[in-house]
């Protein structure tokens, strides 16, 4: 357990539908971020903050993704209208703010949320 | 851009070495190293900074070569539970942009 829980473990839901999901980080790391990650690749970057602000999104995000990191604490994740190509294991991971030069910090992953769109 | 990594997959027994590679065509300020078990969510394995600092295991080593933007992971004496797929995930010179990990090195270690 690293501390950053993830709701729900599993969702499925038929297309059409929109999904929500929640990321609680490790309470002191200010630094947030969102994967998506498919059978037999690497996490894909979706989009991350630093406390309550989104500082940077992927260009591959479409606009039926959107996140939010109220009051800089947990963060959730919506998808609105889900395609079944949205099926994949979505990732949050929390980080400690780096801190000048030589200052070097993991990220802490979440166990996360599994989505299957029918 | 996402980094390469090689091989795609090595398959070892039990007390053997092995080397994954990963390289960017970006200049980097850290390359991280995850290494994920089936249905698990990437551990932490090491991060390697510009100028040479390490942070990791003890018993798992790297390096990196900042002129050639590439970092290697070295497995030693591998054990069963080394199993899983290892991913290198880079952070820019610009550091505190999106980190982009690359596809993964399948590892099998078998008795």
């Known amino acids: 357990d690293t501390g950053v829980s993830q709701d729900p473990r599993h969702k499925i839901t038929k297309r059409g539908q929109n999904v929500t999901f929640r990321c609680d980080p490790i309470s002191e790391h200010n630094r947030l971020y969102w994967y998506r990650q498919t059978l037999g690749q690497g996490p894909e970057f979706l989009t991350y903050?630093?406390?309550?602000?989104?500082?940077?999104k992927s260009r591959l995000l479409s606009d039926r993704f959107s996140a939010e990191r109220p009051k800089g604490s947990f963060s959730t994740l919506e998808i609105q209208r889900t395609e079944q190509g949205d099926s994949a294991m979505y990732l949050c991971a929390s980080r400690s703010e780096l801190r000048g030069w030589g200052t070097y910090n993991e990220q802490f992953f979440g166990p996360g949320t599994r989505l299957t769109v029918l | 851009q996402q980094p390469v990594q090689s091989p795609q997959a090595v398959i070892l027994r039990e007390g053997e070495d092995a080397v994954i590679n990963c390289s960017s065509s970006k200049a980097l300020y850290s390359v991280h190293w995850y290494r994920q078990k089936h249905g698990e969510a990437p551990v932490f394995l090491m991060i390697l900074l510009k100028g040479g600092e390490q942070k990791g295991h003890e018993k798992i080593s790297a390096s990196f070569n900042e002129k050639k933007q590439q970092s290697s992971l070295y497995l030693t004496a591998s054990q069963l539970s080394y199993s899983g797929t290892y991913f290198c995930?880079?952070?820019?010179?610009?550091?505190?942009?999106?980190?982009?990990f690359g596809p993964g090195t399948r590892l099998s270690v078998l008795p």
């Open positions: 995930g880079t952070e820019s010179a610009n550091y505190g942009q999106n980190f982009v």
């Open positions: 903050f630093q406390n309550e602000a989104q500082l940077e």
